[in-house]
């Protein structure tokens, strides 16, 4: 090769060389390739400017210098090491507050064999930052509707607070009146007087947090982690259920595993969702079904579960899973939230909700609860039997 043919060769590498720059400039991220010892040894694009190629305090450095580790455990060292190996790789990086996703193959001469790896990162932290966004507000709307729901069921529910009212304001004025027809006639026992008091203050209570109870149900907020006992969960919700599984003429029988042990949740989120499932059970067999529905709960060594079970019209299996998507409903006045919602409830939990057809007729919805990693279920580990553990409503 001649000198002139020399000069045109490098006058046009340079070019090409130049042209690359100025293209991966252009681009919202860079490129780079590292020797097999992960040491830079080349860098092009205009992010990150701290890696310039054409400085040589960084060429030659470990990739590791500039996510702050050599932890071959992290992600970005991992995906070398892979590459390394002659795989792909991908993976995601925080570097001095903005966050990159990185793709990184082997290097490899003409003979085939690997001389280090190349590797490309693209900024994302802006769509980062929208989907963090997106899903606060997602968050924030569930929570609202949520909210919306709860107000709609309480409302609905007005009936069962008044009956539930009723009873302990009644006993009160019972044991009230009780107590003055004795003192007036002169026929008064201590012993009798002093029971009589002790249930008005027990009536009294019991009216007290019968209002809580609704208070709590109503309540709009951040969720609330704390042990909750599921089998008291389910109960709490056929207090709540009981007036309106009256008046449509249903029983609600529980089957629950004893001894349940506890785990970490918001006691009024479960509530919300056993007592939305429940009411779905209700009315699903108000087209004349048998108007017996059961709740079970179970326990194995992972987590809780619990089984709302009607005989209702059912649902056909090619909804089985559209029956939770947000605005999908079969009710003809129906949100299509409250599955939906049910599910994010669940779900934020670390668990699962499904729904299955019962053989028999009707729809079991499932969920369940993992049990804490170091926590001991302890005591009995299986339902209890029907005729023990029934308790019906109606």
């Known amino acids: 090769m001649t000198t002139g043919e020399r000069t ?6 340079s070019e090409t060389e130049t042209q690359l ?14 020797d097999t010892e992960m040491r830079l040894t080349l860098r092009l694009g205009r992010d990150m400017e701290p890696i310039d190629a054409q400085n040589e305090e960084v060429l030659g450095r470990h990739i590791g210098d500039f996510i702050g580790t050599r932890d071959e455990s992290a992600p970005c060292l991992a995906a070398h090491r892979r590459a390394l190996g002659g795989e792909m790789a991908t993976y995601e990086q925080e570097w001095e507050g903005r966050c990159y996703s990185a793709q990184v193959e082997p290097l490899r001469s003409e003979d085939g064999s690997i001389t280090g790896v190349i590797g490309v990162a693209f900024d994302i932290t802006e769509r980062k930052q929208a989907e963090q966004a997106l899903q606060a507000a997602r968050a924030e709307l569930e929570t609202h509707v949520a909210h919306a729901l709860r107000v709609s069921t309480l409302g609905e529910m007005a009936a069962g607070l008044a009956h539930e009212i009723n009873q302990p304001l009644s006993a009160i004025v019972n044991y009230a009146r009780g107590c003055v027809t004795r003192l007036r006639s002169g026929m008064a026992e201590r012993e009798d007087l002093l029971f009589a008091i002790e249930q008005i203050a027990a009536q009294a209570l019991r009216g007290g947090e019968i209002v809580r109870r609704y208070r709590r149900f109503l309540r709009a907020g951040t969720a609330h982690r704390e042990p909750v006992n599921v089998n008291t969960v389910v109960e709490n919700v056929v207090r709540f259920m009981q007036t309106e599984a009256q008046a449509d003429g249903a029983v609600i029988r529980l089957a629950l595993a004893e001894q349940l042990p506890a785990v970490p949740g918001d006691g009024v989120q479960l509530e919300q969702v056993v007592l939305n499932l429940t009411r779905n059970g209700l009315e699903a067999m108000r087209d004349g079904s048998p108007a017996e529905l059961w709740i079970r709960t179970s326990v194995d060594a992972s987590e809780i579960a619990v089984a709302v079970e009607d005989r209702g019209r059912g649902v056909p299996q090619d909804l089985q899973e559209r029956i939770f998507d947000a605005f999908f409903t079969t009710k003809p006045d129906g949100l299509g939230m409250g599955l939906s919602i049910c599910r994010t409830i669940v779900e934020a939990h670390g668990g699962r909700l499904s729904a ?27 339902v209890a039997e029907d005729g023990a553990a029934s308790a019906p409503t109606g």
């Open 8 to 13: 045109t060769d490098h006058a046009a590498l």
């Open 21 to 34: 720059r100025v293209f991966t400039s252009r681009l919202p991220g860079f490129f780079w390739t590292t």
């Open 356 to 382: 299955t057809a019962n053989p028999e007729g009707g729809t079991t919805f499932r969920f369940t609860l993992p049990l804490p990693r170091n926590g001991d279920a302890g005591g009995t580990r299986g």
